[in-house]
């Protein structure tokens, strides 16, 4: 069974309608019962009984294996299952249904929200007092008969316990049960049981835009509906495939990032957020970058072996619109570049595993290999754009497009070719093939970006930590220090902090302190910085009142006007 991860999602349906009989049917019905399961039952009509027993597949997403005893249980099949179909799919009944007709029903037992088996396992349907979420590639069985997937006409029916809403990817929302004619296991889509604290409707007609929000977490839901209903007629107009309409956007209190589907997608924004995400281009970023895969991802797809393509790209691409259409400053379009450009060399793949190699594991549970797919590929994508607009060809938007008008999921042979194709032999062997793109900075000067270094003040808060960042351990206060006198104490652990600053900042050789925490992080003209620390297992937040120092400086980012502007725009 292959194990599809989180953003490299379905093949399009195939266009078998042909191929199929106007009895031969396949009825999925999905009730959510007051108890926290999911039960489905799958019903069959119409099949062949001359074509053999039938085939049961779940796809795992390379998740659920190690908890099938949890998730997955067998309530009743007729025809029976054969004897050795036990545990997690596949499995196979025991004879072919005799009079072409077959009856199973499974129980999926559904994580609560934050439990240990949700954070262990991120893509299993999870539930909360207000609603449960999931997606239908890993809830609803895929049925076969000769190793093939059956060709029939397909329906999904959502049941939701009484009184509560449904809501789909692919029909909206609903009071009470929703039947739709859905072969989920030929498409990704998500769907949701219970209610919306806010349901925003933006636009009409064919550019309409549904947001909901679930949970307990901020309401972002306006701000997610601006920048899709900003964002996806720019993409849909540059790529000529207009975005799908209504594009339906779910917002959860599951955690950070995000997903995108066959049928909509979803950010999540947890409870625990600090308030000023929500307006932070980091999570604007996220939403582009969902909102993309629409595209690079969905009617682009494609497999494991080029994930930087379907992912690193699609993070250049979210970045670039963004800028282009003044979601974010240009400045901060060529700063994000160079955040993830230092991220990604810091990795133990970039420059000692190829793009090119088929054997790559590129998802390695945010390892340094999936890091690379991800922010080595956003480098690949800047450094294809360089290369192209300076042969006087359209930038490497055009690869998604070309793709587009094919028709046809890429693979490495067919990306290399195009890139080929664009008279970037040289190219390909160089950046693709081997050791990689060059640093960032060269690409954007070439594109028209101009770098000089300014003073700027450092933000001295009294503290010395080991590690940087989120998780980092204070390890010693200065007792006359602003963090001291705040209350912070040695062994507290950074959960969070606010605000920061934009850029990255250099702390010159002549501040010689050891309380170096926070020096170059925070912003110098707020009052006071907030610290959320954990500390003996529970969170307490702290405002410090920084000490303004000298002794910092920081690249200054400028453009040259007219070169930028066509930078960030595309022509075909």
């Not at 196979?92 to 994580?111: C, K, M, N, Q, S």
């Not at 991120?122 to 979420?133: E, H, K």
């Not at 002549?510 to 910085?529: D, H, I, M, Q």
């Amino acid at each position: 069974m292959l194990a599809i991860s989180i953003l490299s999602l379905c093949a399009p349906a195939q266009d078998a309608a042909a191929a199929r009989a106007a009895d031969l049917r396949i009825e999925h019905a999905l009730t959510c019962r007051p108890d926290g399961c999911w039960e489905v039952r799958v019903h069959g009509s119409g099949l062949d009984p001359g074509a053999g027993p039938l085939e049961f597949m779940l796809n795992d997403w390379g998740e659920w294996r190690a908890v099938d005893a949890y998730y997955f249980e067998v309530i009743a099949a007729d025809p029976p299952l054969a004897a050795d179909a036990t545990g997690f799919p596949p499995f196979a009944t025991a004879i072919a249904p005799p009079d072409g007709i077959f009856d199973l029903t499974y129980e999926l037992r559904v994580a609560d929200l934050d439990s240990e088996a949700h954070r262990n396992h991120g893509l299993l349907p999870f539930r909360t007092q207000s609603y449960a979420y999931g997606h239908t590639r890993n809830v609803f069985l895929e049925v076969r008969q000769a190793g093939a997937t059956v060709a029939a006409e397909y329906t999904v029916e959502l049941l939701p316990p009484e009184g509560a809403d449904v809501f789909s990817g692919w029909a909206g929302r609903h009071a009470g049960p929703q039947r739709a004619g859905v072969d989920p296991a030929a498409c990704n889509g998500i769907f949701a049981f219970g209610s919306a604290s806010t349901e925003r409707i933006l636009g009409s007609g064919a550019d309409q835009i549904m947001v909901w929000h679930f949970g307990a977490a901020r309401d972002v839901s306006d701000t997610v509906g601006v920048m899709v209903e900003m964002l996806a007629p720019a993409m849909g107009a540059a790529l000529e495939s207009p975005a799908p309409s209504p594009l339906r956007v779910f917002v959860t209190d599951a955690g950070g990032g995000g997903m995108s589907s066959d049928h909509g997608f979803f950010v999540g924004y947890e409870a625990s957020t600090p308030d000023f995400v929500e307006h932070s281009t980091y999570f604007h970023q996220t939403i582009a970058h969902e909102l993309f895969h629409t595209w690079l991802g969905i009617r682009v797809p494609g497999n494991e072996d080029i994930v930087w393509f379907h992912e690193g790209f699609t993070d250049y691409f979210a970045l670039w619109f963004l800028a282009a259409t003044g979601g974010c400053e240009r400045r901060w379009f060529a700063e994000r570049v160079l955040e993830l450009d230092a991220e990604a060399r810091a990795t133990s793949s970039l420059g000692s595993i190829s793009f090119a190699d088929p054997d790559t594991a590129w998802r390695d549970g945010d390892g340094p290999n999936e890091r690379m797919a991800y922010q080595g590929g956003l480098l690949l994508a800047l450094a294809l754009d360089v290369e192209l607009r300076a042969a006087g060809k359209p930038g490497a938007l055009q690869i998604v497009k070309d793709f587009l008008q094919d028709g046809v999921a890429p693979d490495l042979a067919s990306v290399r070719g195009w890139i080929e194709s664009q008279g970037l032999k040289e190219f390909y062997a160089r950046c693709v093939a081997g050791a990689g793109p060059p640093a960032a900075q060269e690409g954007l000067e070439r594109l028209g970006f101009v770098f000089e270094r300014a003073s700027v003040p450092l933000t001295y808060l009294g503290l010395c930590a080991e590690g940087v960042g989120l998780g980092a351990r204070i390890v010693k206060v200065d007792p006359n220090g602003p963090a001291a006198a705040a209350g912070v104490r040695v062994g507290d652990v950074v959960g969070g902090y606010a605000p920061t600053r934009d850029g990255a900042v250099e702390i010159g050789s002549a501040v010689t302190t050891e309380y170096r925490f926070g020096l170059a992080l925070f912003e110098p003209a707020a009052k006071s910085v907030q610290i959320w620390f954990e500390r003996d297992g529970r969170e307490v937040e702290i405002r410090i009142v920084p000490q303004i120092w000298d002794g910092g400086s920081r690249r200054v980012i400028g453009n040259a006007g007219e070169a930028l502007d066509d930078f960030f725009r595309f022509e075909s």
